[in-house]
């Protein structure tokens, strides 16, 4: 069982940046592949960026070379900077864990992109 605490987001102007945080409890941090995902009204839940355990990273086509992913596996922290912020970016931005066939959620948190 994976507990994952999200903080970080809010409201930012076009080209701002914001940093998420999430922070995992209850397992080994460093065996779990670590993912940021979003989904904004009306639309399925979509992939932003993922690292595995052995630090191999991912990013959607639409966040690359504006978002960063990171893991302090000392700290069971994944963390996801965002820059350069669109009006497109703006939706409920989620953590997720998984290993095998399980996956696990954090809260969830709004990410705001208006001037």
């Known amino acids: 069982q994976v507990q994952l605490v999200q903080s970080g987001g809010g409201l930012v102007q076009p080209g701002g940046s914001l940093r998420l945080s999430c922070v995992a409890s209850?397992?080994?941090?460093?065996?779990?592949?670590m993912g940021w995902y979003r989904q904004a009204p009306g639309n399925q839940r979509d992939l932003v960026a993922a690292i595995t355990s052995s630090g191999r990273i991912n990013y959607a086509d639409s966040v690359k070379g504006r978002f960063t992913i990171s893991r302090d596996n000392a700290k069971n922290t994944v963390l996801l900077q965002m820059n350069s912020l669109r009006p497109e970016d703006p939706a409920v931005y989620y953590c997720n864990a998984a290993r095998w066939s399980r996956a696990y959620w954090g809260q969830g948190t709004q990410v705001t992109v208006s001037s």
């Open positions: 209850g397992s080994i941090f460093s065996m779990y592949d």
